[in-house]
């Protein structure tokens, strides 16, 4: 077990590498003049050869890379074009939003998800089938931006329930564990459950419905096990596969919603993204892609190693 | 004295199945008896309802199945039990080893701590007297180092192994009675035998009643005491196995016994029953094996034949043999 999770780990670092690389190199290839965004038109070429030297935009690719990479491993992403602080402390900053978003959104999501595909499967073909389902496939059909605005409209315009946007205490962006931080909470929290609820409900009902047609089903219940006895096996031969989607899921969330957090100008590492694609920020894009990549490869590892804790069979290669 | 009762007694036993469009009527009207002791042979090709009359035993079909008539197990009326004493009946009194013990075993628990759950699901006792009792079933198999193939998962063992852990595992709360569903059919040939005399002796040593599926003449023979042949959901020949196998009244036994692979040996071809079985959601009206029967006379096509006593019983118009 532990000899597979210290495997699995050393296989990140060569993915981490390609995903720098990649990371570095899509800014590159991308059309466009980062400085462009903060000289005027009317900058002299002298001006312009000075700050492309400041920012080490005048040396060869190969150098860049390798001093990006160095300044990368100390923690320091450089600083960034529009606002001249750290990048690595606003992405971290962000990060936090983001988890605190993310994290709302998958308690509302996952067991929501995961009720209503245990219900579906179990009682595949009923109304409660039905109706789960159809509650399931609403949820990947609908675009969220598209149902942020009308949870907006809803209950912040027509019934004053809740703030349309923003984040943190009266807005300011501090932090606590009150209604009048938490209410920012709702809207796109609820909004971000909606996908990985029928991602989840939908993998789970087609799990259970096919451990439940398989035969050792029938033998436990041969053996004289009663139904809630039964379930205990379905679901623990369900829940490797539902493990892995819920992480890759969580993965996906984590990571921010450009859309969701821009609708509602939630201050997190999608609405940090926008900002800086707007303004054609250079570092803080390297910098907020390379640290949501690594966070997916280290992600997708944990899910392997929880699964194969879970699941024996996983193991045996 | 009075003889004791059969300690599995089934009177006109119908099964239909409503999944789907169609009603299918696997079962038509059975009638069969075992005695404690004793070892029944359910023959019959796929599709002529052995399986779904030993499922009857235990009612394990899927939901909205009909089982109409008379199931008395042990004393108990099956049909009338209760969802609890159904399921104490089940892997209590009456236990099953199933045709595919790859798939009837949980995959992601270990073979050990299915026949604990087993075990304590049946009697009052701890964690560990139970997992002493599985280390005691698992020599009464003759599992090889038992102690650490207890923690094995099903798939760390061979079907010959895991065959023998599903008996360990039905065997665990002292049944009456043992149903088996064609056990040895998914092993080979060698493992086959392995398992046969197995089952054999724990049934001689333990004094089990068993029902044993097979479509394999030769394995009934060499496990049973009656035999009971079927052929679209009815018995159409049943009796002691010695006097069926080398006097069978019924064509359809007969033909089966002619087609058996070692007759083949001297001469080039194996002989068949020609047709194939018929469908059960349209039965012809009168014996079902009549379109295929050498046989065949003029009441064959209109009635159906009832089973009647004689050396052995045969649902027949035109019996072998008189």
Redesign the interface.
Known sequence: MLAYAFKRLLHVIPVAFGVSIVCFLLLHIAPGDPLAAILPADATAELQAQMRALYGLDRPLVIQYLLWLLRALHGDLGLSIATGRPVTREILGAMVNSFILAGVATLIGFSLGSLLGFLAGLYRGSWIDRLASSIAMLGVSVPHYWLGIVLVIIFSVELNWLPATGGGTDGSGGRALDWSYLRFLVLPALTMSVIPMGIIARTIRSLVAEVLAQDFVQALAAKGLMPRQILRHVIRNAAPTAISVMGLQLGYLLGGSILIETVFSWPGTGFLLNNAIFTRDLPMLQGTILILALFFVIMNVLVDIVQSAIDPRIQRN | MQTPPAIIDIRNLAVTFRGGSRKVRAVNGVDLTVDRGEVLALLGESGSGKSVTLRSL?R?HPKGTLIEGEIKVAGQDVMRLG??AL??????TV??I?Q?PR???????RVGDQIV??IR??MPVSRSEARARALRLFEDVRIPSPESRLGN?P?EMSGGMLQRSMIA??LACDPAILLADEPTTALDATVQIQILLLLRELQTRRGLAVVFVTHDIGVAAQVADKVAVMYAGRIVESGHIADVIHNPRHPYTQGLLDARVELAQGSSRLRTIEGAPPDLSALPPGCAFAPRCGRVAETCRTVVPELHSGSTSVACFEPLRG
């Open positions: 235990l394990l969802r609890r399921a104490d009946l089940r892997g209590g236990s099953m199933f595919e798939l009837a075993l949980d995959p992601v628990y759950e087993t699901r049946h998962y798939h595992m039905a």
